[in-house]
Each structure stands twice: as C-alpha cells, then as structure tokens.
C-alpha cells in the first residue's frame, strides 16, 4: 500500500524575542484612523487575553523568509536521511516573498523555492522548484498538493515549506501587528509502501472568496499622516474568528470522517497559530458536532504564546517540535492518528487526516 508519509521534519525559530512590554511604547490607531484612547499597557493587556500571545519573534535584520526556510529544509532533509539530490519537488508556501526590512518591496522572482533548491546545492534538474500562495493554511496545501503528486506517479519525494517575515510588512499604528511573527517549517514526504494503513488518509480543501477575500489583504497605515504608497498586511479580526468558528470545524469533521476513523482516535490536532481562543473555540465547536463535551486537555499542542502566529510556519513548526519531544506533555507514536488544519487568507481551509507511520 503506498501512502504519502512525513519522513523529516525541521523548523527555524528566530533568537530575537519582541515581549508585549516592547509595543507599550506605541501609538495605536483603529481602522478610521482615530487614536485609540486607551493606555498601550492596556491595549497589549487585552491583547494577550485574548490571543495568548505573550511574545514573538522576529528575524535577524540580514535574513530573508528563504534564509528561514532553508534552515528549516536543512534540518528536516538530515532527518529523513535521503540525498537531497533525489527529491523530485521543493514546494515553498508563504505570502510575502523576501522582504528586506524597511523596504516597500517583496521580491518574490526567483522564487523561494529556487532559492532554497540553490542554498541546498542541489544540482538535480528534475527537481522542479516553485512556490504557492494559499495564505496561512499554505504548507499544508503544498502538503495536499505532493499526496496528489505522488498519487498521480509525477515524483516520489517532495520537500515542502512553510516560511514568512511577517515583522515586515506590519503596520506598527495597528493593533493587529501584535499577533504576527516569522519562522519557518519544513517538512519531507516520500511515497512509501506502508504495511498498515499509515499516512496520509484523507484531505479536505475549501476556499471562500467573495465578500471573505478582503478579511486579510494589504492596506494603508492606520497612522493618518502615513505615506499612502506603503503598504501592509490588515485584518478584520471579528469578521475572521466568526469565518472560523462556521467553517473550519466542519472541514475537519468532514476529513476525520473521510479517513474512517472516529474522533476518540484522534491523538493530537495541529492547529494554525493564530489566537488561542480562536483555537480554542473550533476545538470545542468540532467536538460539539459529534456530540462530545469533554475534550482530552492534551489533544491541541500550541506554542503561539511564545512565538506568535508565523502564518504558513506554525503547522509545521509545531509538529517537528512535537516529534523532536520539544514540548512536554506531547508526543506521538507509531500508528497515532493526528489533524492537521489550517485557516488564512483567501479566506482558504484545509485539514488533513494522518496516521503516523
């Protein structure tokens, strides 16, 4: 039975941390462009209750997203074990492209695929490199994108990544900026002979685009004097986490039951990073779909109170601190059945139903 498997797995997390005590030196303005009339210590206090977040991390001034995120393949490459030059995709998902800090520019041509495949040294011409943009939930549709690859009979062994600079393209008047990080994640997938039934099982993919499509995109400054040419990532935070609760349960309802396998067999559920309590809330609005109540405290691992929400990286970054034993209180056996699940801009949703091999 051949089945799409996680053979490596590695992430990058940047060593500079910027604390909620480091934005109570900031002004914050509201989307009509009106000071906020609250102290910055009360507005970041706020914040973390209700995101969770208590820090982030940002790059080094001298890296890009594609210096993040081959860090990240180097890592995930050594722990499959496999020759680099034997990988038939590199597939890396993220937003922004390079952005150099203070700058008004993504630079996303070559792209980061290429430049990771370069940073690599690998010299195989058959492995095809490019790029996705599916907003957060990106590495995990490269992920779908390789299982069809590999059902298909196009390649064998996909490198897939996850990598963004958010610190970038932030606006620094909004409040919003507070929840984004950088980082990166990578993952190897080889199309395996499996004895039992292990990998990946089933996958679901959704995306929303009409009045959902302007919830994230790139604007103005909320700062009233900012120079209008610049521009950066905005949210409407609300209009996202009720996007959320509606639709990405049911997503993942529908892959778990795809798969054949009942919610009680599920041992851990990989969730974007994006707010706790947003996370939280799909947790408990999927177990509540089958009728459950009493949800095991140890089904969603989250890191976002350190490193923020990283878009495209966290899923993967999360599961490689997991497997690493990085994170205590979790771990992961063979034959476990995991959820990984994204939701971002678009607005897009994926889920994915794995066994581990």
């Known amino acids: 039975m051949l089945r799409t498997v996680i053979t490596g797995s590695g992430c990058f997390v940047p060593e500079n941390i910027k604390s909620n005590r480091d934005f109570t030196v900031h002004d914050f303005y509201g989307e009509d462009h009106k000071k906020i009339n609250q102290p910055p210590d009360v507005i970041t206090q706020k914040f973390q209750d209700i995101t969770g977040i208590e820090e982030r991390r940002y790059a080094d001034h001298h890296m890009t997203a594609s210096d993040l995120g081959f860090l990240a393949s180097a890592k995930a490459i050594e722990s499959s074990g496999i020759d680099p030059e034997t990988l038939d995709q590199i597939i890396f998902a993220h937003n922004y492209g390079d952005v150099m800090p203070h700058s008004i520019q993504t630079d996303a041509v070559p792209a980061l695929a290429s430049r990771v495949k370069q940073k690599l040294g690998i010299q195989n011409p058959s492995c095809v490199a490019y790029d996705i943009l599916f907003g957060c939930p990106g590495w995990l549709q490269g992920v779908i994108h390789s299982d069809a690859f590999f059902r298909a009979g196009i390649a064998r062994k996909i490198l897939v990544i996850g990598g963004e600079t958010l610190s970038r393209v932030i606006d620094p008047y909004d409040r919003d900026s507070m929840i984004f990080s950088d980082g990166a994640g990578a993952t190897v997938l080889e199309h395996k002979d499996v004895k039992e039934d292990r990998g990946i099982l089933s996958v679901a993919v959704q995306s929303h685009c009409n009045e959902e499509a302007g919830y994230i ?19 409407k935070g609300r209009k996202v986490y009720e996007y959320a609760m509606k639709n990405v349960p049911a997503a993942m309802k529908q892959c778990i039951d795809d798969a054949g396998v009942s919610i009680d067999q599920v041992k851990k559920i990989f969730i974007h990073q994006a707010n706790e309590k947003m996370d939280e809330g799909i947790i408990k609005v999927l177990y509540k779909l089958y009728g459950i109540k009493d949800i095991p405290s140890d089904i969603m691992p989250m890191n976002i109170h350190k490193f923020g929400n990283s878009s495209v990286a966290t899923v993967p970054t999360l599961y490689d601190q997991v497997v690493r034993g990085q994170m205590p209180g979790h771990s992961l056996n063979a034959g476990d059945v995991v959820v990984f699940a994204s939701v971002g801009a678009g607005m897009n949703i994926n889920a994915a139903c794995y066994r581990m091999p």
């Open 217 to 235: 995109d790139f604007g103005k400054s909320y700062f009233p004097h900012s120079d209008p040419r610049v521009r950066y990532i905005k949210m």
